[in-house]
């Protein structure tokens, strides 16, 4: 039996759930977002509720899915979401300009990376950059390739990380 799947969902105050066929869409005060589901899942709304059943248990891997992202969309349009990441190494820096990232990381030239529409971006200092959003995915999957720009490498501990990130650090040349 699906555990995930089965739990039942509170709607917060000021937003509104709505399902078409098996379109789900999520207002809040931070925005809308909508999803498609499995056709074999069904979403019941009841009040302040929000309950996913499947037809059959061929359909529990679906069941338990649904019923995370919907709960994402509810955390994301009353809070949202953020990434932090931050840069280590000499001359490696964040540059916000206008809906572009500059990102200076070693390379001999700076990277522009586009910030797609839904996300806003903060440099609280040049080393540091926050990805704030409402949708999950979408956060998450801009801030690895950022991150992918250059990822952290093991010797000095140099890239680019997410902030609570721990990277494992290797000896070099003093082990021999």
Known sequence: MSRIGNRV????????VE???????????KGELSTEINKNI???????????????????????T?????SNMLIGVTKGFEKKL?????????DVQGNKIKVTAGYSHPVMVDIPEGITVETPSNTELV???TDKILVGEFAA?????????????KGIRYQDEYI????GKKAA
Do not use: C, M, W
């Open 9 to 16: 969902l509170t709607i917060p105050q000021g937003v509104t």
């Open 19 to 29: 399902t078409n066929g098996n379109i789900v869409t999520v207002k809040g005060p």
């Open 42 to 64: 069904t979403v019941n709304v009841e009040g302040t509720e929000l309950t996913t059943t499947r037809k059959s248990d061929e359909f529990k891997n679906f069941h338990g």
């Open 66 to 70: 649904a019923n995370a992202n919907i």
């Open 86 to 94: 931050e840069t280590v190494g000499v001359g490696y820096r964040f």
């Open 131 to 133: 990805i704030k959003g």
């Open 145 to 157: 390739n950022i991150r992918k720009i250059r990822k952290p490498e093991p010797y000095k501990g």
């Open 168 to 171: 494992i650090r290797k000896v």
